[in-house]
T-cell receptor, first 116, second 114 residues
Framework: DTGVSQNPRHKITKRGQNVTFRCDPI?????LYWYRQTLGQGPEFLTYFQNEAQLEKSRLLSDRFSAERPKGSFSTLEIQRTEQGDSAMYLCASSLGALAGDNEQFFGPGTRLTVL | AQSVTQLDSQVPVFEEAPVELRCNYSSSVSVYLFWYVQYPNQGLQLLLK??????LVESINGFEAEFNKSQTSFHLRKPSVHISDTAEYFCAVSRSGSARQLTFGSGTQLTVLP
């Protein structure tokens, strides 16, 4: 296992279409995070999972966004009825667990979404 | 809630010169502090972190950062930079005590000039 992987790396879609991104975390990691990064800004937290349970969602995660992590392994992030404002880099990260010493989050390369 | 301010969006510096990237945070609770680096076309990589103990933390490639609780700062320094240090650097904070989500600053683009 070489790290967190994300697919696709790039996605161009038309406004109003639905898109789905996939994240495969490091295999033994229990926690999985989604962030969004727009140009010139740092990543912003969207949501995270402890195994298959979605424990927290940011207010940035509107009702058009949904994330799942069935079976506590890979995760998907779906955006319905995309808007131009959704254009961003979507980052996935994973960490070993919930203990204080496991705070290091390992990031994937991201999926760059462009909404035309 | 926590927030992070990176005071400089761009820092150009000549090779072998020292550099300091500034980071200030705001939080009403105890925090952990991190510096991440993002090289062009690559994902974020952890550079160093402060969880507890010694307030001075170091990375394997010569960077160091010092946690200053009274000034709520976590500035990143390197005494002599290389061309290969050119990247975007992000300061981040999380609540201490568990593997919480990170709150990032807006980043500082470090450009090392020959």
């Amino acid at each position: 296992d070489t790290g967190v992987s994300q697919n696709p790396r790039h996605k161009i879609t038309k406004r109003g279409q639905n898109v789905t991104f996939r994240c495969d975390p490091i295999s033994e990691h229990n926690r999985l995070y989604w962030y969004r990064q727009t140009l010139g800004q740092g990543p912003e937290f969207l949501t995270y999972f402890q195994n298959e349970a979605q424990l927290e969602k940011s207010r940035l995660l509107s009702d058009r966004f949904s994330a799942e992590r069935p079976k506590g392994s890979f995760s998907t992030l779906e955006i319905q009825r995309t808007e131009q404002g959704d254009s961003a880099m979507y980052l996935c990260a994973s960490s070993l667990g919930a203990l204080a010493g496991d705070n290091e989050q390992f990031f994937g390369p991201g999926t760059r979404l462009t909404v035309l | 809630a926590q927030s992070v301010t990176q005071l400089d969006s761009q820092v150009p510096v000549f090779e072998e010169a020292p550099v300091e990237l500034r980071c200030n945070y705001s939080s009403s609770v105890s925090v952990y502090l991190f510096w991440y680096v993002q090289y062009p076309n690559q994902g974020l990589q952890l550079l160093l972190k402060y969880l507890s103990g010694s307030t001075l933390v170091e990375s394997i490639n010569g960077f160091e950062a010092e946690f200053n609780k009274s000034q709520t700062s976590f500035h990143l320094r390197k005494p002599s930079v290389h061309i290969s240090d050119t990247a975007e650097y992000f300061c981040a904070v999380s609540r201490s005590g568990s593997a919480r989500q990170l709150t990032f600053g807006s980043g500082t683009q470090l450009t090392v000039l020959p």
